[in-house]
């Protein structure tokens, strides 16, 4: 405690000579606020510490990550074909899942415009979104056409990727999954 | 206790410390074994001030910042993708780095060695589960972490060239899972990364020349096995770790402010 702290402050006095305890003497007690200063609540601006708020929550979703993790590997075994032979092309041929968009983009344009304008276009604008939605506006009913446009994007690759996907098999034909399944993770 | 009565501490006690300092009885007096002392050098840290300073020192601590916004500790605010991919990644690390004992990069034993890793390593198969679903995930992750960060407006200022290094990362993280298709050596690797590759063909001009570079050949072959090999485990994932390394520190430089806004209050 610092001289200034116990200037600014007045001390009920006290009646007879000060307590000592422990090596440590009671000069006054000082009503109203705890000495650590004013307790006050806290709003979503204010700061907390990390430790112990924010690492207890990412530690939670560390543990919850890797037990998701070791319960599919321990029920799901990956997969392994028979051993690659490129004399023997498999119908339907199938990208990995995450270029099954792509993949059938270019089942329905031109090999320029589904295989290197779209791919780059995408990359480029999400690069310079930032610096193209560059107004002050964060929350989302205050930027409805950056969200509708971003959403629409998403609802479109979501639904290309599922296409090509589960929906797709010998020569890139329309199939059930239900009926005939050709997803390969 | 005989102290000279200039020496004594002048303290003034509310109840509220009294309570406190009893409840830290307990810690205080492991600490203060030989043991304790040998283990936690730094003294109890209470005052705000002071657990500050003593996060700010940490090692392990360095990567995050001492404060941070309430707003950002919740679940709807991030959904905890990034740390979601960032433990997926950690994962792809370890289990990767298992699977390297065992693995030769060529077309006549890539594929044998899987079968091996499968049938006579041991938790050779469960690793390998491991790396797989991990990697599937992280690209999910990956892109649901971008699509959150977008939808709360994380990417207005001043936080818009750490978006761009996330696109990055996006990209790094779909190499990396591609390049770690090929390895299996299989009929769903080999036409996969065939079907894969023939994109870069579709690129004017140069397309020929950069497939070729990419494959090391006009077709899949040996060199593009021992190519995305190389790729797969030294070069990416030393530039995923240095980009994510930036990431994580522009994101700790901005996590404890609030971002440049224009919304109306509520």
Known sequence: ?185 | MSLDENDQETVVVTDDEQTLQSDEDLIDRVRNTTVGKSIIRSPRRITPRDRAAGHWASFLLHIYPVKIRKEELGFRYSWYLGVISTVLLGSLILSGLYLMFFYVPSPANAYANIQTIQNDVPFGQYVRNVHRWSAHLMVFAVAAHMARVFFRGGYKAPRQFNWVIGVVLLVLTLLLSFTGYLLPWDQLAFWAVTVGTEMAGYVPIIGDEVKEVLLGGPTVDSSTLLRFYVLHVAVLPSAIVFVLMIHLWRWRKDAMFDQEREDADE
């Open chain 1, 1 to 185: 405690m610092s001289d200034k702290k116990i200037e600014t402050t007045t001390p009920v006095e006290l009646s007879s000579a000060p307590e000592t305890t422990s090596g440590k003497r009671v000069l006054g007690v000082v009503p109203g606020k705890p000495s650590s200063g004013e307790r006050k609540v806290i709003t979503s601006d204010d700061s907390v510490m990390v430790w112990p708020h924010l690492l207890v929550r990412h530690a939670v979703a560390a543990m919850a990550t890797a037990l998701v993790v070791m319960v599919i590997a321990v029920f799901f075994d990956a997969p392994l074909r028979d051993v690659a032979n490129p004399q023997n092309t498999p119908n339907p041929e199938k990208a990995p899942w995450y270029f099954a968009a792509l993949q059938e983009l270019l089942a329905r344009f031109p090999p320029l415009v589904a295989g290197v304008l779209v791919p780059g276009s995408i990359i480029m604008g999400l690069m310079a979104l930032p610096y193209i939605d560059n107004s002050r506006f964060i929350k989302p009913r205050n930027r409805k056409v950056a969200v509708t446009t971003f959403a629409t994007f998403i609802v479109i690759w979501i639904a290309l990727t599922l296409i090509g996907f589960m929906f797709r098999g010998p020569n890139w034909g329309w199939v059930w999954p239900w009926q005939e399944w050709h997803g390969e993770l």
